[in-house]
């Protein structure tokens, strides 16, 4: 596997460039759509983290497409995808890579592991131990690895996922508050609608067919530099300096809830760091871009700041006792600072 870095810097769209990208991503949300039944939060909030360029940790019970959702995003892209199951006794190594001797020339060669492909789903990342859950983490954070004296970039494009399953708790690994930090977002999904799960059935009946016949034309797959272009953009998008002071409010108050509300401080024992406030914009412009729209609005910090605060904002001891939790704490705050 070839381990390349990406140095220059992405020029300036023009309208028809930039309109091409929306059609672009328009369509590649439509795919995910058909093939990502009932969970269209989770898609939405996979290509938040494809244009933001952070990490999604995702939590929900067994077979709600989490997996399948990376993977159609990886088939859509031009990317490679790797798949890693956590388990207790996964080493850093088998992560990471690792030195392999070679006698016939005398000396070490580096074996990428899996951490270097641009797309990677960390299944059950709480169910491996404290070192391999460091190691990814910390490669999410420096988008490299070390291993010996060298110390190897990361692909340009990088997006973890990981999944956590919130049933079974014997034999896991909790992630601590200081590494999920390093997620972009916190995205918890449910159970499908009724007329959704009817959808699935159609879906997986069709998909058993296909098994059964000749293989399809592949699809059109995006270019990363696609992916780096709509980046750009991103972040050419116009925030109203109100805006922005009420984004950064938003997560001040989560440090200092007493100004608005003494009874919701005393229920906060760690507020959001700077690391909150630049993923909320960052995932405010991204929302406000898939939106088609050149502009963010206040809709955008709110819809996104319960996933990308929720793991954020640590209830205290007490409030854990009265059944607060970071979602509770978030909507709270969102009431209390007021709307520019």
């Excluded at 810097?9 to 930039?18: E, F, K, R, T």
């Excluded at 031009?78 to 207790?88: K, L, S």
């Excluded at 000396?107 to 190691?135: M, T, Y």
Aim: charged share 25%; glycine share 4%; proline share 8%.
């Amino acid at each position: 596997m070839q381990i390349v870095a990406m140095d220059s810097p992405v020029p300036p769209l023009s309208d028809i460039a930039a309109s091409r990208l929306h059609d672009a991503f328009r369509a590649l949300r439509d795919d995910l759509s058909r093939q990502i039944v009932g969970q269209s939060a989770l898609i939405e909030r996979l290509l938040i983290a494809l244009l933001a360029d952070g990490h999604l940790l995702v939590e929900g019970a067994p077979g709600l497409a989490k997996t399948t959702a990376i993977r159609a995003l990886a088939s859509r892209l031009q990317a490679d995808f790797a798949r890693v199951q956590f388990t207790p006794d996964l080493l850093p190594a088998d992560l990471t890579g690792t030195e392999v001797w070679r006698p016939q020339e005398g000396r070490f060669e580096f074996q990428a592991g899996p951490i270097f492909h641009p797309l990677l789903l960390a299944d059950e990342i709480n169910r491996a131990p404290a070192k391999v859950q460091s190691a990814l983490l910390e490669a999410m954070g420096e988008r490299q690895v070390t291993v010996g004296r060298h110390t190897y970039p990361l692909p340009p494009l990088f997006l973890v996922m990981a999944t956590q399953n919130p049933i079974e708790q014997e034999g896991t690994f909790p992630l601590p508050e200081a590494q999920l930090d390093r997620f972009l977002m916190y995205v918890r999904i449910g159970y499908p609608e009724a007329a959704a799960e009817t959808e699935i059935l159609r879906l997986a009946r069709e998909r058993a067919r296909e098994t059964l016949r000749p293989a399809a034309q592949e699809v059109e797959r995006m270019p990363q530099e696609d992916v780096f272009a709509a980046r750009r953009a991103v972040l050419d998008l116009h925030v109203a300096p109100q805006l922005e002071r009420y984004l950064v409010e938003l997560v001040l108050a989560s440090r200092d809830a007493g100004r608005y509300d003494p009874q919701l401080a005393r229920r906060i024992a760690w507020g959001a760091s700077p690391r909150g406030s630049i993923a909320l914009e960052r995932c405010a412009r991204a929302r406000a871009w898939l939106a088609g729209r050149d502009y963010v609005t206040p809709d955008d910090v709110r819809a996104i700041a319960p996933d990308v605060l929720r793991h954020r904002v640590l209830p205290s001891y007490e409030a854990t006792a009265e059944g607060w939790d970071g979602d509770r704490l978030v909507a709270a705050l969102l009431e209390k600072v007021p709307l520019p």
